[in-house]
């Protein structure tokens, strides 16, 4: 079947879109911030909810993504996402080789992680059922200490011009668990403001702009639906076992794979167009 895109460096069926979706997931998510969310949640509420919840909003993620990369090639050559998602991936791996080669050998990063997640949650938590208030450090503002005119004040500042904002969306959240409920409704919330922006996400758009779009968002979701799944059935207990610092590794040499096959593929597909360049130039119109 022909294409007819010189610059296509694989066909669009390919399943090597879905393989590396999957596999950038599983090395990003593993011991992260949304796994370690999923895993916390999963020891006070029911696993079930907690899932559906992680999950629900990873999947809206990485739809969320998949568009925006399958987006880019309309704004910009393919070629040159190609050379983008190439240039991402190297810079990802070479930050996440000198977070590994800095990191201790045993789990202490995690637990350092667990305990900031578990903090997050309990503000989060307390901001649910009106007993407090989140604080810039990201602790726990009790209501008697908002209500005496405290430490409150002096965290109150940042937040005055989004006030408003956060009225309409402690209103939807509150809405939304009328009908989801509240453990469902703090896990999709929690899971979605950590994924957003994160190295995963990111990525997501670079391979959805440099692939078929339905198989990286399969793959993804796959992913996604592993980690969050070994989250809650066992998650702290995989957190204390797994080493953070050969799981960064080893996503370090995945992302430093992944930029040299972008790099090679961006070079073939130029390459291609300027042979084709070439020709248009020496063949002269009839």
């Not at 983008?84 to 080669?101: C, Q, R, S, W």
């Not at 002096?154 to 409920?181: H, I, K, M, Q, W």
Request: proline share 3%; hydrophobic share 50%; aromatic share 8%.
């Amino acid at each position: 079947m022909s294409t007819g895109n010189a610059t296509t460096p694989a066909p669009e069926g390919s399943t090597d879109a879905f393989v590396q979706a999957f596999a950038m997931i599983i090395f990003s998510e593993i011991g992260d911030k949304t796994f370690l969310i999923a895993a916390i949640l999963a020891m006070r509420h029911p696993r079930l909810v907690v899932f559906a919840g992680a999950f629900g909003s990873l999947v809206v993620m990485s739809i969320l993504s998949a568009a925006m990369g399958h987006l880019l090639p309309t704004l910009i050559p393919k070629r040159w996402t190609q050379f983008a998602a190439a240039l991402l991936f190297l810079v990802f791996g070479v930050k996440m080789f000198l977070e590994g080669k800095d990191m201790p050998a045993g789990n202490d990063k995690v637990r350092e992680e667990m305990r900031e997640t578990e903090e997050e949650i309990a503000a989060d938590a307390a901001e649910m059922d009106g007993t407090g208030r989140r604080a810039v450090d990201g602790g726990v503002i009790p209501l008697e200490e908002i209500e005496e005119g405290g430490r409150a004040h002096a965290n109150e500042t940042p937040r005055v011009a989004a006030s408003s904002l956060r009225g309409a969306l402690d209103g939807t959240r509150n809405l939304c668990s009328l009908f989801l409920g509240p453990v469902f409704v703090q896990g999709f919330v929690l899971t979605f403001l950590g994924e957003w922006g994160d190295r995963s996400q990111i990525a997501t758009i670079a391979l959805a702009a440099a692939h078929n779009v339905y198989l990286v968002t399969l793959g993804t979701i796959v992913g996604h639906s592993c980690c969050t799944a070994l989250a809650v059935i066992g998650g702290r207990y995989v957190s204390t076992k797994i080493s953070t610092k050969h799981v960064t590794l080893g996503g370090a040499a995945l992302f430093f794979v992944f930029g040299l096959i972008y790099l090679y593929a961006a070079a073939s597909a130029s390459s291609e167009v300027d042979i084709q360049d070439h020709l248009q130039d020496h063949i002269p119109v009839r």
